[in-house]
């Protein structure tokens, strides 16, 4: 059976797991883009997400490193800067201008994908007053995001005690991305860890005066947050 994920869709899951966000990552982003982990993230079948890379490959656009991990070649990578900037501008024509809920967004994004071409895309960014992120918190622009990411820890990351602003939300699961925002725990929204206990698979956060959130390690790992200094 074919493959429903595109080209791009799988450039943009290789480019996010090749950009570690934090110094050291328990699960999520960082891993290294292994078929598995590709796989994983789509939801497809490690046989599928094989195949895919196998043509990327013969492509030009990854390269197998030492424990065939999916790197990305310098074509490669540009293509999937260009897809993941596309996506988080079509993302905020969809919330801006057409009134659609951030959770809405990104899959209807995913769906416009190969909708407008590139000159459309600069001209949605202009129109739009060239947003800097996407309602998710991604910056537009890749070079921002790259230098951004050594700043941010996935919350699954703090100690308990720890003060921190939501800065992104992960994007791939699309149920998890409804229940951040049904929890609020959204971009801009600072929080203390009042508990964690990833052994539990169980962290506890509080949002300054509107209450207590208990979150699994699976989405506290989907929560790009900036610790506050002390
Ligand atoms: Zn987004």
Known sequence: MADRHSIDEY????YFLAFPIGEYTPKGAGSPPLASRVAEMLGVSRASAG??????????????????????????RARAERVVRKHRLIERLLTDFMGYTGA????????????????MIDRIDVKLGHPERCPHGWPVD????????????????????????????????GELLHWFYANGLVPGQELVVTAAEP???????TLGTDGERAISEKAAAGLFVRPSSA
């Open 104 to 119: 809405e967004a990104h899959v209807h994004a995913d769906e416009l994908g190969d909708t407008f071409s590139d000159e």
């Open 142 to 173: 890749p070079d921002v995001e790259q230098a951004e990411n050594a700043e941010l820890a996935p919350l699954a990351a703090l100690a308990a005690g720890t003060s921190a602003t939501i800065v992104r939300l992960a994007e791939h699961d």
């Open 11 to 14: 450039l943009e899951t290789i």
């Open 199 to 205: 052994a539990a698979d169980q962290f506890t956060v």
């Open 51 to 76: 195949e895919m890379l196998k043509r990327l490959e013969a492509e030009g656009l990854i390269e197998r490193g030492a424990k065939k991990e999916a790197l990305l070649t310098a074509t490669g």
